[in-house]
């Protein structure tokens, strides 16, 4: 079987890992993935996860600016893919992309479909404070993540865990079902699943907004936004006006006794925490990165002076 795989970031990265693992390693002709990207203040060009594993492991890379058929159309058949596997790839594929191989084309969708569809299910499935969070294996179709779907697997959501922490799960688990559904392919193992329209619902990519952190909402809404976005973007807030990004947090016991924003707990001592007074109950802050340092611990931080009892958080440019 040809398989021509399209990916992007780290999840796809673990994915394509597996696929190369298995008995399929040969079989994959091609990996398609977005175009290198600027980063930090140099602007230095930076491949994608897929693309970096994918050059290690010897495949050719396409890196196409756009997959209109007049662009990528030649290529594509040149390679003569007989399955196409999609991986959070990010960008739309056009027809002949989907139907054309002999297989056509299946999506390893970061949802338990038909429940957010779109662009950043994982985040907002976190952000809605889901119990159970998973993948769907679906054919692919011209419409966004609607597709007849073939497989599901799902893990718990648990209260400290992060994005990156459930993508890591996932991916493995999503890699391992989907190399079973590959191998069914031809039989009826898989019946493919119409997905009920009425029951989806949309994951709209996170915006800049979507990072702020509002204490004058739930610690348990903050710490689900904080989870969601971490390890990348990342959400962010200011103490006494020193921006700080926070990578991990999980909701504190006890109620809230301050205004939205002020301490209500400082622990130094060994990784410490950070306990914030919310609209309702207290965020405990555990990781954090100020601006122009490196990632340290809420203890760390609070070792360092950066904050004391006095200290407001939120009240900067974030309001």
Known sequence: MRILFFGTPEFAKNVLSAIAASEYKNDIIGVVTRED??????????????????????????QPSTLKEEVFGETFRSLAPDLCIVVAYGKILPHYVLFEPKYESINVHGSILPKYRGAAPFQRAIMAGEKEIGITIMKMDDGLDTGDMLAKVSVPLLPSSTCGDIENELAAKGAALLLDVIRAIGTDKYPPEKQDDGL???????EAKDRIIDFSESADVCSRRIRALSPAPLAHTDIDGLPVKITRAVTAEGESKGEPGTVALLIGKGDGRMEINCGEGRLAILRLIPQGKNEMSAGDFIRGRKITESSVLGKGENK
């Open 37 to 62: 990207k600027p980063k930090d203040r140099g602007h230095k060009l930076m491949p994608t996860p897929v693309k970096v594993l994918a050059q290690e492991l010897g495949y050719p890379v396409y």
């Open 200 to 206: 989806s619902t949309y994951a709209k990519k996170i």
